[in-house]
């Protein structure tokens, strides 16, 4: 049966089937526990906040068991439905935007490691043999079902999934299972390739981070410079400010929106929007005040807007991206804990100190390889979106049945026979 949620369902390719996943998956919840309880002793936990952090559709148990968060509690307290078996899909049940509403992983779990299912999950495990562990891994990331997920999704601020809901939610597939597996080979392949453009960006920033500390830290020295170092306090170097409240509201009303609104996200370089107008103009230090990203420091230039949880650091003679890339080693040590939340205001900015070249020309060299090892990465993580996006597009025809995988032995056999 399908859902009232659309009335545009794909078109039903032949050897293809609708179903409910109520018809699919019987559905239980997970073990409530807190971060803080979770340690490197005890069994393996999946925490949703873990799901919501990986790239992976899949967790292998056996590879990644060092890896996993561990409980450390008796499994006679643990029901059952809560231990994770070979083949079950764990969806988050949470989220703190409409996007990770759909996350969800698949587990591998052939040697039966005791590996609890936790907090805000929701675990389905199969009723019948009609998907195929691999197939399991796509399957609910096509626009259709992604579709249904956002229409059940409720909430305000955080949006979240029942399980009496998630079992209305309709599944499209073939339902020959070689085809399943060979649907589930081409986006393997995709995924591989991927992870070895992740590994190697990761290989670069680590690169990049160890050049970056012994250069900012005088560690290493540029051959042509020997003149000493000098300690400055932050307020000495730079006009300390602050930017303003800047709503959605303002950023969807703004008729040409050319200027970005830099806020305290780290995600997309910190841009939150663009509005008409700006209220900086050049080479700026900013960071985050307060929230889970205080203290993380950004070099910027040109014209755009900060929101009020953004300071700024208007500097008088140095280089915007050697400071701010000093900063964000030095800050982490001087970010508060206030009620809970994460502090770096202006007033503690302004008296850090922090040990710079005396000559600018020092600081725009070491800046300069700076930016050139950032330039590296850039085009490395072009390639990664490239290679990602190809795969959003392969997904949606081939887990759709537009376009379809013929199997090449069948091909062959067929024309033989005639």
């Not at 005791?114 to 675990?123: D, M, Q, R």
């Not at 930016?371 to 390639?383: A, G, N």
């Not at 376009?403 to 026979?417: F, G, H, P, S, W």
């Amino acid at each position: 049966m399908i859902s009232s949620f659309d009335t545009k369902i794909p078109v039903l390719p032949q050897g293809w089937e609708f179903k409910s996943l109520s018809d699919l998956f019987d559905f239980s919840g997970g073990y409530s526990a807190t971060r803080s309880q979770l340690s490197n002793k005890g069994y393996c936990y999946l925490h949703y906040g873990d799901i919501h952090t990986t790239d992976k559709s899949f967790i292998n148990v056996s590879e990644d068991f060092e890896d996993i968060p561990k409980l450390n509690i008796d499994l006679e307290n643990i029901n059952p439905n809560y231990l994770l078996k070979d083949g079950d899909v764990v969806f988050v049940d949470a989220s703190e935007d409409y996007e990770g509403v759909t996350k969800h992983l698949v587990i591998s779990n052939k040697n039966n490691i005791p590996f609890i299912s936790g907090l805000h999950t929701i675990v389905a495990k199969k009723k019948t043999n009609q998907l195929q562990k691999d197939y399991l891994r796509y399957c609910f990331q096509t626009e259709f079902v992604r579709k249904q997920f956002l229409f059940y999704a409720a909430g305000a601020k955080v949006s979240g999934i029942s399980k009496s809901n998630i079992r209305k939610i309709v599944l499209l597939f073939p339902n020959c299972v070689s085809e399943q597996e060979r649907i589930a080979s081409v986006l393997i392949d995709i995924d591989n390739l991927l992870n070895n453009f992740n590994k190697l960006i990761l290989k670069k920033k680590k690169i990049k981070q160890g050049i970056t500390y012994q250069l900012l830290t005088s560690q290493i020295r540029l051959k042509k410079y020997t003149d000493d170092w000098v300690i400055k306090k932050v307020e000495e170097i730079g006009q300390v400010g602050r930017g303003r409240v800047i709503s959605n509201i303002e950023i969807s009303k703004s008729l040409n929106p050319k200027y970005p609104v830099f806020s305290s996200q780290t995600s997309n370089k910190g841009i939150m929007g663009y509005i008409d107008s700006y209220d900086f103009d050049g080479d700026y230090v900013t960071w985050t005040t307060d929230g889970a990203n205080a203290g993380t420091t950004f070099a910027r230039t040109g014209r755009f807007n900060c929101t009020n949880v953004c300071g700024t650091i208007k500097l008088y003679d140095s280089n915007h991206v050697f400071i701010a890339e000093l900063l964000n080693i030095i800050n982490p040590q001087h970010v508060s804990i206030h009620l809970g939340n994460p502090k770096l205001m202006n007033d503690i900015m302004k008296k850090i100190e922090i040990k710079i070249p005396s000559l600018r020309n020092e600081q725009n060299d070491i800046a300069n390889i700076i930016l050139d090892l950032d330039k590296e990465l850039d085009i490395l993580e072009t390639k990664r979106k490239k290679i990602l996006n190809l795969k959003k597009s392969v997904m949606q025809e081939i887990l759709t049945g537009k376009t379809r995988l013929i199997k090449t032995e069948i091909n062959n056999a067929r024309k033989i026979k005639t």
